[in-house]
T-cell receptor, first 110, second 117 residues
Framework: EDQVTQSPEALRLQEGESSSLNCSYTVSGLRGLFWYRQDPGKGPEFLFT???AGEEKEKERLKATLTKKESFLHITAPKPEDSATYLCAVETGANSKLTFGKGITLSVRP | GAVVSQHPSRVICKSGTSVKIECRSL??????MFWYRQFPKQSLMLMAT?????????EQGVEKDKFLINHASLTLSTLTVTSAHPEDSSFYIC?????????????FGPGTRLTVT
């Protein structure tokens, strides 16, 4: 059974304090690893897809990396507006099913 | 990026009634759409995979007769919660698979908050 574990469950940062969010996975046949941002009461907002180990993608203050066992979402100099829940999901199988981790709730204090 | 809409955003219904939720891909065609359910402070749980022109594939433990899914066109999938009960109250989110810039991505709608009284 595919498993996705995100850590820590919650993270509180001071504005400008860089950190990393972890997503470890155990799957058979990874087709892609997705990162999403979700604000309260809203649907997930697409951030990145990573397809192979060693791949990196960047968007503003966010950078996602992938190894054969885990992915990191690095947040550089975060701002209060980066506060949200960050979801990691793996895509497997012929039907492109996504399996989600429980998410990491990030709070950035001004 | 691709845009996915859902309607309604919120709905309150009485126990025993049925509710239909629409999911539309606005600027792309989606042969595959997915329906998820999310409880407070929990992650998304896949309910079913909806393929245009064929029957939906339901995840284990999801009652297909209670959660009716129809994917009649390449831009519209509907989820009907039949004979709703308070335990069906939840946040329902759809996603659509889009082929953009040479790769497939999954984009989510804004979600529908269902409250059954």
């Amino acid at each position: 059974e595919d498993q996705v574990t995100q850590s820590p469950e919650a993270l509180r940062l001071q504005e400008g304090e860089s950190s990393s969010l972890n997503c470890s996975y155990t799957v058979s046949g990874l087709r892609g690893l997705f990162w999403y941002r979700q604000d309260p009461g809203k649907g997930p907002e697409f951030l990145f897809t990573l397809y192979s180990a060693g791949e990196e993608k960047e968007k503003e203050r966010l950078k996602a990396t992938l190894t054969k066992k885990e992915s990191f979402l690095h947040i550089t100099a975060p701002k209060p507006e980066d506060s949200a829940t960050y979801l990691c999901a793996v895509e497997t199988g012929a039907n492109s099913k996504l399996t989600f981790g429980k998410g990491i709730t990030l709070s950035v204090r001004p | 990026g691709a845009v996915v809409s859902q309607h309604p955003s919120r709905v309150i219904c009485k126990s025993g009634t049925s509710v239909k939720i629409e999911c539309r891909s606005l600027d792309f065609q989606a042969t595959t759409m997915f329906w998820y359910r999310q409880f407070p402070k929990q992650s998304l749980m896949l309910m079913a995979t909806s393929n245009e022109g064929s029957k939906a594939t339901y995840e284990q433990g999801v009652e297909k007769d209670k959660f009716l899914i129809n994917h009649a066109s390449l831009t519209l999938s509907t989820l009907t919660v039949t004979s709703a009960h308070p335990e069906d109250s939840s946040f329902y989110i759809c996603s659509a698979r889009a082929f953009l810039a040479g790769v497939y991505e999954q984009y989510f709608g804004p979600g529908t908050r269902l409250t059954v009284t």
